[in-house]
């Protein structure tokens, strides 16, 4: 293992993470999350590029197919050892993520997959979030619209897109975000509003708020 | 009469020994508990801009004057709703020695959320566990005691229809408010975000915002702009701001989501743990059946139509016949006593004739309108919000007034336009941004009300044709669906979604309803009538020093070049500012001046053709001004003016253009 292992690591995990938000990541949002100096952000970035690992343009960096591997595959080994330290050693769920951050690169491909068929092969870390498999793929789950959905049926809410913060933190206080489970209740024809009954109370929903809800 | 709120809360906090605020979510029966303790006595105030409102009044109990403050319902405390933000807003400026927290028994865990919120606000609570009732028909039974506990402040059961328990509550909350010392609270979210709000909290305490830091600390963290700003503009503000960002993304990085989501949710759990652990499980709502016909299509539909043909009829037969009936006796009673004093004390002269034609014909006009319609109007809607009727409405029709980038609780509105526009528009208050109350509002000013139906049954129906006459409404109909479709096109802003709690059918209080009602009303009186006032003494001056004629040669390339009317058939059309139904009976009038008694019959003074596009610009150009007066309260007298001279403007285009095609295609 090269000594720069972690370090490399610890870019591709943040590039990774940065990527769901802004696609590419611009080198001084990098340099933020990392919490170092532009400067050294962009000799390193230089390097990934030189290995390979991630593609550098003007407009910032994304990853490549293979640094997009290897940066799935530290996501793998973080959320592994978090429910190793909740599940086995008894950590809370908020204490794990820094000390998930010092193992995420000290475990061997072989330790890892021992972890892993010890804990039974977790599909979520503690917070919930997906774990992908060993060759990095996350395990597909069919996500739709809540608009999508028809009259009984019932479903999990994963995430609410809704780019207007006023909304979104209205919907919040109403109790739908994410992970809270939904029934439809009623859905009006030719694209009229639903029905939904979340936590014990019923709300009638307009079509073009119920999309930007997704569920599974 | 809508006062300041800065003034109206600091006066009741002067002349009282304590002020309560009556908080809660919507549909809590809220303002069924506010009008069991208070009497008559209430004044409504808004804040500058905002259209939700206020309602105070004092009452007393045992030795003591207590002012009570009802705020809006709302579902939170934050800043995302006009409801939210006035709830908070009068909490923060009037500093209530006690917040009485109203929850719905049959809902604990979604009612608790904004307790929360007032928890963490750091004032004096009591809560009220309203709807037990309610909530021991569905078998949930609360252990009020645990729940005290668990929260920290008194909790009281009670049942706001029949007044069980309010003596109760306000003793409990005379008590806690004279506690003098600081209360703490026991509740706490998640460690490390408590950890959080602590940090923020610290940097926060050594300046004074006026608010508590906590408070403050939670929502910055909540990403909360009104108060980011407020602390923003303080020395060293910027450095806490920053602060603030730092930690908020130590929290999104730690639970991968945003900070402010984080906290709705932690709140939420906090809410639902309490709940728990004070009632046993709750069965999953059971769907009212009944209700359930309003909102399914096949069955709600019919159901819509028949109510709308209901308050349609109402206002319309039910209106006419009130209106009629007033006028009459206005004639007979009141008319003569009041010409007769004016012109004792003035003489005959203009003057005289002027006072006469504002303090008779003005109010009359205002009567006219106001109790036939504007009343019955407030009624009806009042039961239809108060029994939950409206929400499964709104849920119909939302697809519908989506197109005119509106949702479905504009429809009543709508409708009722056709009776009357005055409480149409004052009805558009249920919608939440200012671009859908413009676009309902212009709408509603292109819907006949039934003094314009008047014009189009008594000029184009009785002399030309019923065939004619629907083809007016036709014409209507399909202008107002352009019109709203063409302004949610040109309007900056995006529709808002509907979002909207559908809550279970509960009966009416009728004694809520008048009261509603009656304030509604009082408010609309307060606007309309001096405008309506000043409005006809202003036409009255033109046509009795006789300038309404000089009008006559400027209007006429309008009124007899493009329109083809005669003009003085112009004229009558600025009197229909007053009441619409002036025209025809200022053109019946005027026929009879020039041509004789038996000018009665309107077609030896206009073609069938000219009766058409006369009735049509009518019906399109500029409300009456009472309509004019609450659009000016209402909207701005900007956004006023702006519709006036769409509607005129449209009204010129639109007569015009069926003037030519009927001449063109011998049509009439």
Known sequence: MEADTPRIEEYLESIYKLQQEQHPVSTSRLAEHLK??????????????????????????????????????VVRRHRLSERLLTDILGYKWDEVHDEACRLEHAISPQMEERIARSLGNPKTCPHGHPIPDKDGVFLKEKVRRLSELKAKEK?????????????????????????VSILVEEVAPFGGPLIVCVSGSRYALGRE???????? | MALSCHGALREIKGSTDFTFALAGNPNVGKSSIFNRLTGMGVVTANYPGKTVELNLATTNFKELRIGIIDLPGSYALGAVSEDQWVARRAVLDCKPDVAIMILDATNLARNLYMLIQFIDL?????????????????????????????????VVKTIATTGSGLDDLIQKAVDTAKIKEDIRYSLHYGEDI????????EKLRPHDFGINPRALSIMLLEDDTEFIDLVAKHVNGMSIIEEAKKISREIEELHGETTPLRIARERHGLAGSIASQVQGDVAPMASDKIWALTTSPLTGMPILVGVLAVIFSFLFYGGDWLSTFLSSKWA???SPVIDGTVFYVFGSGHIGKI?????????????????????????????LEDSGYLNSVAFLTDRLMHKFGLHGRAIIPLVAGAGCNVPAIIGTRVLATMRERTIAS???????????TAVILGAVSLFVGWKPAVAIYLIILGLVFLVGVGLNKIMPGKSTGLVMEMFPFRAPIMSNILKKTWYRFKDFVFVAFPIVLFGSMFLGGLYETGYLWKLASPLSPVVEGWLGLPAVAGLTLIFAVLRKELALQLLVTLAMVMYGGGAKNLLLFMTPAQLFVYALVNTIYIPCVATIAVLGRELGWKRASGIMFFTITLAILVGGIASRLIGYFHLL
Request: with cysteine.
């Open chain 2, 355 to 383: 006072l006469v034609w504002g303090f008779d014909a003005g109010i009359l006009a205002a009567l006219a309108v106001g109790i036939p319609y504007v009343l019955t109007f407030y009624f009806m809607l009042a039961f």
């Open chain 2, 122 to 154: 750091g004032i004096p609570i009591v809560a009220a566990l309203n709807l037990i009732d309610e909530a021991q028909k569905r078998k949930i039974i609360i252990d009020s005691v645990e729940l005290s506990r668990l929260l920290g402040i008194p």
């Open chain 2, 442 to 452: 212009t709408l509603i000013t292109l819907v006949p009300c039934s003094a314009r």
């Open chain 2, 194 to 201: 408590e950890t959080n709000i602590k940090k923020l909290e």
């Open chain 1, 209 to 216: 708020v119920a999309s930007k809800i997704k569920v599974k």
């Open chain 1, 36 to 73: 170092l100096s532009a400067p050294s952000v962009s000799e390193m970035v230089k390097k990934l590029a030189n290995k390979r690992l991630v593609n550098h343009t003007e407009k910032g960096v994304c990853l490549t197919d293979e640094g997009s591997k290897m940066a799935k595959r």
């Open chain 2, 332 to 334: 007979t009673y009141v």
């Open chain 1, 155 to 179: 479903a999990i809410i994963v995430n609410v897109f809704e780019e207007d913060p006023k909304m979104l933190q209205y919907l919040a206080s109403l109790g739908l975000i994410p992970d």
